[in-house]
């Protein structure tokens, strides 16, 4: 979460019923080089990237910044969930001033149907309401994933609209629960 002060980082680990929340370590090297450069991965950001141009360009410790959780399964990497600010100049906001804490998440293949993601990102929600009570969480991502528009409405968000961005319809919403009255 760059840009905000108020927030110490890398919090200390989080542990969720299966999970824990943490920075990321050298050890993750491998795991972020998989997610990258998987298909399945990148069919809805963007495509996956070439392995040998990830495994030039990774550093040692990869994601090593403010609002990036590794997400552990007994001692390996499964995904990360992310809280960046939503870039302004994009579309969708929920603040007049744009600015909003935005939830994203990347998951490995195999860990996908377990629910390890709606615990991780209820981890780190649950991380977030009590390190900046009242800070609004907005998630956007393309209405042909049905996996994150389950996962969205898993987690609370509600739509807030619906855009073209990056050649797809976006779907765009906020988790109410999160946003200041």
Known sequence: MSGRGSLSWPP?????????????EARDRAAFVELFASPEVGTYVGGARPRDELERAVPEV????PGLFVVDLDGAMIGMVTLDRRDPVRPGHVRPDAGETELGYLFLPEAWGHGYAVEACVGVLDWLAAALPGEPVVLCTQTANDRAMRLAAKLGFEEVERFEEYGAEQWFGVRPSLTPP
Do not use: N, V
């Not at 990869?62 to 910044?65: A, H, S, Y």
């Open 12 to 24: 200390d680990p989080i542990p969720t019923e299966r999970l824990t929340l943490r920075a990321s």
């Open 62 to 65: 990869p994601g090593r910044r």
